[in-house]
T-cell receptor
Framework: DGGITQSPKYLFRKEGQNVTLSCEQN?????MYWYRQDPGQGLRLIYY???????QKGDIAEGYSVSREKKESFPLTVTSAQKNPTAFYLC????????????FGDGTRLSIL | AQSVTQLGSHVSVSEGALVLLRCNYS??????LFWYVQYPNQGLQLLLK??????LVKGINGFEAEFKKSETSFHLTKPSAHMSDAAEYFC???????????FGSGTKLNVKP
């Protein structure tokens, strides 16, 4: 079955450390997204990519970086510059027309050691 | 700027009672509208969507929503709540020709036995 795979499910970061969250999709979708979810704040957009080798900053891009070298992959790096990285991170994708809904992965929960 | 407002961060109903979750949006053009459900530590699952056509939309698990342009609303309803409906629900909008989505802050539904 097609879908989005996020790994790992749980991740711990030490102070000053960069960590990378994986997101892979086999839906043949062009557009991919990263969201951060904090309690009571809904989903906030970090980065999105509409095509390979191109991506745009979302509303809270500071302290994060992404790459889009392959259509199916959109990894997110949480850098040491992100001072409050503890959150639930969701990856999503959408294909075709903008009337189509996003498909979501099962998320990665990042915590600070 | 687009925005999505979900009234009530927490809603509690008794099993068998009507479920009503409210969503209002601001948009200068007719949007596409979505409702998602999220269970703890999981991604978002699509419940239903409105793109064009009939304004009353039926989704999975007995949920439905009605698009009211004059009220800029897309409220989610279910005639009879079930214990398994306890989850967090998100309303989202996207705009024609823009692969960008805007989410409400979510409503946690509690179902009492």
């Amino acid at each position: 079955d097609g879908g989005i795979t996020q790994s790992p499910k749980y991740l711990f970061r030490k102070e000053g450390q960069n960590v990378t969250l994986s997101c892979e999709q086999n839906l043949n979708h062009d557009a991919m997204y990263w969201y951060r979810q904090d309690p009571g704040q809904g989903l906030r957009l970090i980065y999105y990519s509409q095509i390979v080798n191109d991506f745009q900053k979302g509303d809270i891009a500071e302290g994060y970086s992404v790459s889009r070298e392959k259509k199916e992959s959109f990894p997110l790096t949480v850098t040491s510059a992100q001072k409050n990285p503890t959150a639930f991170y969701l990856c999503a994708s959408v294909g075709g027309l903008t009337s189509q809904p996003q498909h979501f992965g099962d998320g990665t929960r990042l915590s600070i050691l | 700027a687009q925005s999505v407002t979900q009234l009530g961060s927490h809603v509690s109903v008794s099993e068998g009672a009507l479920v009503l979750l409210r969503c209002n949006y601001s948009s200068s053009v007719p949007p596409y509208l979505f409702w998602y459900v999220q269970y703890p530590n999981q991604g978002l699952q699509l419940l239903l969507k409105y793109t064009t056509g009939a304004t009353l939309v039926k989704g999975i698990n007995g949920f439905e929503a009605e698009f009211k342009k004059s009220e800029t609303s897309f409220h989610l309803t279910k005639p009879s709540a079930h214990m398994s409906d306890a989850a967090e629900y998100f309303c989202a909008v996207s705009l024609y020709n823009f692969n960008k989505f805007y989410f409400g802050s979510g409503t946690k539904l509690n179902v009492k036995p």
